[in-house]
T-cell receptor, first 113, second 115 residues
Framework: DGGITQSPKYLFRKEGQNVTLSCEQNLNHDAMYWYRQDPGQGLRLIYYSQIVNDFQKGDIAEGYSVSREKKESFPLTVTSAQKNPTAFYLC????????????FGQGTRLTVV | AQSVTQLDSQVPVFEEAPVELRCNYSSSVSVYLFWYVQYPNQGLQLLLKYLSGSTLVESINGFEAEFNKSQTSFHLRKPSVHISDTAEYFCAVTPRGAGSYQLTFGKGTKLSVIP
């Protein structure tokens, strides 16, 4: 089955440590995205990538980094510079183009203690 | 820039009763409109979308939404809800002709269906 796989589903880290969240898709989509979800806040865009080896900052990129070395993969690193990293992180992808919908993974819940 | 306002953060409703989840948007350009549903601890799934044509769009599980350009609204309705409809619903917009990276989401409405 085609889809987006995020791993792990739950992640615990100590404050000050960097952590990398995995996102893999087998939909052959060009574009991939990372969102952060906090209760009552909706979804906020962290980074997006429209093609391999290219990515752009979203609305809340500070304290995060990404790479896009392969079309299928778009890992997100939450660095120690992120002031409040505890959140639910969602990865998404879309075909690209002008009016396509975004398909979402199941999310990773990151808790920093 | 676009903005989306979901007027109710929580909506409790009895099973088999009708429900309306309200969504208003603001944009200086024409937009595409979406409703997504999120079940607990899961990702978002597309429920329905308006791109062009008929202003009334329907989903396979009985939801419908109507695009009202003059009122800049895209309210979601279902005539009879089921327990399984309990979830959080997000309204989203993107400029017509733009990519999904320009999706702007509302803050969500939690629908609780009471048996």
């Amino acid at each position: 089955d085609g889809g987006i796989t995020q791993s792990p589903k739950y992640l615990f880290r100590k404050e000050g440590q960097n952590v990398t969240l995995s996102c893999e898709q087998n939909l052959n989509h060009d574009a991939m995205y990372w969102y952060r979800q906090d209760p009552g806040q909706g979804l906020r865009l962290i980074y997006y990538s429209q093609i391999v080896n290219d990515f752009q900052k979203g609305d809340i990129a500070e304290g995060y980094s990404v790479s896009r070395e392969k079309k299928e993969s778009f890992p997100l690193t939450v660095t120690s510079a992120q002031k409040n990293p505890t959140a639910f992180y969602l990865c998404a992808s879309s075909i690209g183009g002008r009016n396509t919908e975004a398909f979402f993974g199941q999310g990773t819940r990151l808790t920093v203690v | 820039a676009q903005s989306v306002t979901q007027l109710d953060s929580q909506v409790p409703v009895f099973e088999e009763a009708p429900v309306e989840l309200r969504c208003n948007y603001s944009s200086s350009v024409s937009v595409y409109l979406f409703w997504y549903v999120q079940y607990p601890n899961q990702g978002l799934q597309l429920l329905l979308k308006y791109l062009s044509g008929s202003t009334l769009v329907e989903s396979i599980n009985g939801f419908e939404a109507e695009f009202n350009k003059s009122q800049t609204s895209f309210h979601l309705r279902k005539p009879s809800v089921h327990i399984s409809d309990t979830a959080e619903y997000f309204c989203a917009v993107t400029p017509r002709g733009a990519g999904s990276y320009q999706l702007t989401f509302g803050k969500g409405t939690k629908l609780s269906v009471i048996p």
